[in-house]
């Protein structure tokens, strides 16, 4: 025997997403009420075959706290990655005329500035890409870092939340003793 409050968990705002994808309606489930029902529905009959193949279906459970997260430090991090890009490519276009002239002039000589100025382009080459990388791996480390505080707060506050209401419940036990 199965016993359901109500049939509006099958309704289509409980069961399936609808979103507009190049002028298509495009369903996708959400949550898993439709399995529940249909396991009802063979364990009722008797066959228990398909309930164990149909649990096997992913349903993404992602925090949504941590999708957006995510979603603004990629934000941010194209923002400023891109800034460095443009830099770099602005570097390498003056280091390609540069290079581009003296394949051009053979048996040029270059002058002292020319070399410093072409050596200053390198460096800041360097500088950019190292920047870059820094700014990569600093954005994968606060992400990381952020997972991990949510995930382990999460994992711990059931946990003290009722050792702190045993506590209280002690004191309480406590305190109308010794009155």
Same mark, same amino acid.
């Given at each position: 025997m199965v016993i359901?409050?109500?049939?509006?968990?099958?309704?289509?705002?409980?069961?399936?997403?609808?979103?507009?994808?190049?002028?298509q309606v495009v369903y996708k489930p959400k949550g898993d009420n439709i399995s529940f029902l249909m396991n009802a529905l063979e364990f009722i009959n008797g066959h $228990? !075959? *398909?309930?164990?193949?149909?649990?096997? =279906?992913?349903?993404?459970?992602?925090?949504?706290?941590?999708?957006?997260?995510?979603k603004r430090s990629a934000e941010r991090y194209q923002g400023q990655d891109?800034?460095?890009?443009?830099?770099?490519?602005?570097?390498?276009?003056?280091?390609?005329q540069w290079e581009g002239q003296q394949n051009n002039e053979v048996g040029q000589v270059v002058s002292k500035d020319?070399?410093?100025?072409? $050596? !200053? *382009?390198?460096?800041?080459?360097?500088? =950019?890409?190292?920047e870059r990388r820094l700014l990569k791996d600093e954005t994968e480390s606060q992400l990381k870092h952020m997972k991990n505080n949510i995930y382990w707060l999460h994992?711990?506050?059931?946990?003290?939340?009722?050792?702190?209401?045993l506590v209280w419940v002690w004191g309480q036990r406590r305190n109308s003793i010794t009155i």
């Open positions: 359901v409050s109500d049939v509006d968990f099958l309704s289509d705002s409980f069961t399936v997403d609808k979103i507009q994808s190049l002028g $228990q !075959d *398909l309930i164990a193949i149909r649990s096997r =279906i992913h349903v993404d459970r992602s925090l949504q706290r941590i999708i957006n997260i995510e891109s800034s460095l890009l443009a830099r770099l490519a602005e570097i390498q276009e003056k280091l390609g020319q070399q410093m100025m072409i $050596q !200053d *382009l390198r460096e800041e080459e360097a500088k =950019i890409r190292r994992i711990a506050f059931a946990p003290l939340s009722l050792l702190l209401g």
